[in-house]
């Protein structure tokens, strides 16, 4: 098991910023790739970002390229997730996740890939 808690959510109005947290040990955040993912009412999972443990190389959805930034903070051995220029459309409840680095490859934003979840964080983007 590899624990992952999620923090940061809230209610914000459109145009606002937040920062979403992963905390997880060192060990896990230096092996495992983690990806962040969101699941609005009614839809789908939707994989939005993720770093990879190796070498740091990240990838975004379409939907928020240019607004998310994910990164790593050693320091306080976390994931975050930078949200600005935040849409009605982001509001969602979103999930960090680690996926075990298989055969050297990069992070995927693709669910199935990912062994472990954390329990979820409220995003709300409403005026």
């Known amino acids: 098991q590899v624990p992952l808690v999620e923090s940061g959510g809230g209610l914000v109005q459109p145009g606002g910023s937040l920062r979403l947290s992963c905390r997880a040990s060192r060990w896990a955040l230096s092996y495992y790739h983690i990806g962040w993912f969101r699941q609005a009412p009614g839809k789908e999972r939707e994989g939005i970002s993720c770093?990879?443990?190796?070498?740091?190389?990240?990838d975004y959805a379409d939907s928020v390229k240019g607004r998310f930034t994910i990164g790593r903070d050693n320091v306080e051995s976390t994931v975050y997730l930078q949200m600005n220029s935040l849409k009605p459309e982001d509001t969602a409840v979103y999930y960090c996740?680690?996926?075990?680095?298989?055969?050297?490859?990069?992070?995927?934003?693709?669910?199935?890939?990912?062994?472990?979840w954390g329990q979820g964080t409220q995003v709300s983007v409403s005026s």
């Open positions: 770093i990879s443990s190796k070498d740091g190389s990240t």
């Open positions: 996740a680690a996926d075990d680095p298989r055969f050297g490859l990069p992070c995927y934003l693709r669910s199935y890939e990912y062994d472990y």
